[in-house]
T-cell receptor, first 111, second 114 residues
C-alpha cells in the first residue's frame, strides 16, 4: 500500500545551525508533497509544499527539495531558532487522492 | 478568515458508548478529511468528504463513520467505543481536495475513552 517514510525520528540542533529532514514515498503517481509543523496541543500547520513539476521551493529560512526519480523529498531549515522546535510531518498526496503522512520528526533547537 | 473549527476540544467517554465530533471547514472549502493521531500510529487517514459524498476511506473498522452537510460542515461518529480509540481526532479542509490542493487542519478533538 501507500507509504511515506521519514528520517530522523528525533533531531537536536544548536540554535543557528541547519536542520534537514528526509522523506521517501512509495506511490510514484503522487504529485503533491506538503510539510506540516505541529506544536504541542495544536493541530498541524502547513509550512511549505511542493508540486511534482518543481524541484525546489524556498520560503525564507525553509526550503524543500524533490527528487521524483528517487521518490525522495527533504525539508531544510536554516538558521534555526528555538521557536522552530516542534514535530514536523512530511506527506504525499497519492493517486487515490488521499494524503499519507510520515511518522514525524521531533526537532529540538537548543539555545 | 476563520480557520478550521473542531468541537468539542476535549471529550471523555466510557467504553461501549458512542461519540460524535464536529468540524466546520474554512469558508468556501468543500473537502473535509478526518485523521486519527496517536503516539504509536502517527497520523492515520480516516475518510474524506466532498460535496456530501465520501470519496475516500482509510483502513478503519465500520464503527468509524462520517457525513458531510450541504454547508460543508462534517461530523464523524465512533460507535461502541474501545480504549484504543483514545486519540486526537483532526479534520482538515481544502478547496476541492484534488491532488494539488493545500489542506488546513483544525486544533483537533482529544477523545479519551475510559
Amino acid at each position: 500500500g501507500e507509504n511515506v517514510e521519514q528520517h530522523p525520528s528525533t533531531l537536536s540542533v544548536q540554535e543557528g545551525d541547519s536542520a534537514v529532514i528526509k522523506c521517501t514515498y512509495s506511490d510514484s503517481a503522487s504529485n503533491y508533497f506538503p510539510w506540516y509543523k505541529q506544536e504541542l496541543g495544536k493541530g498541524p500547520q502547513l509550512i511549505i509544499d511542493i508540486r511534482s513539476n518543481v524541484g525546489e521551493k524556498k520560503d525564507q529560512r525553509i526550503a524543500v527539495t524533490l527528487n521524483k526519480t528517487a521518490k525522495h523529498f527533504s525539508l531544510h531549515i536554516t538558521e534555526t531558532q528555538p521557536e522552530d522546535s516542534a514535530v514536523y510531518f512530511c506527506a504525499a498526496r497519492t493517486s487515490y487522492d488521499k494524503v499519507i503522512f510520515g511518522p514525524g520528526t521531533s526537532l529540538s533547537v537548543i539555545p | 478568515k476563520a480557520g478550521v473549527t473542531q468541537t468539542p476540544r476535549y471529550l471523555i467517554k466510557t467504553r461501549g458508548q458512542q461519540v460524535t465530533l464536529s468540524c466546520s471547514p474554512i469558508s468556501g472549502h468543500r473537502s473535509v478529511s478526518w485523521y486519527q493521531q496517536t503516539p504509536g500510529q502517527g497520523l492515520q487517514f480516516l475518510f474524506e468528504y466532498f460535496s456530501e459524498t465520501q470519496r475516500n476511506k482509510g483502513n478503519f473498522p465500520g464503527r468509524f463513520s462520517g457525513r458531510q452537510f450541504s454547508n460543508s460542515r462534517s461530523e464523524m461518529n465512533v460507535s461502541t467505543l474501545e480504549l484504543g480509540d483514545s486519540a486526537l481526532y483532526l479534520c482538515a479542509s481544502s478547496l476541492s481536495g484534488n491532488m494539488n490542493t493545500e489542506a488546513f487542519f483544525g486544533q483537533g478533538t482529544r477523545l479519551t475513552v475510559v
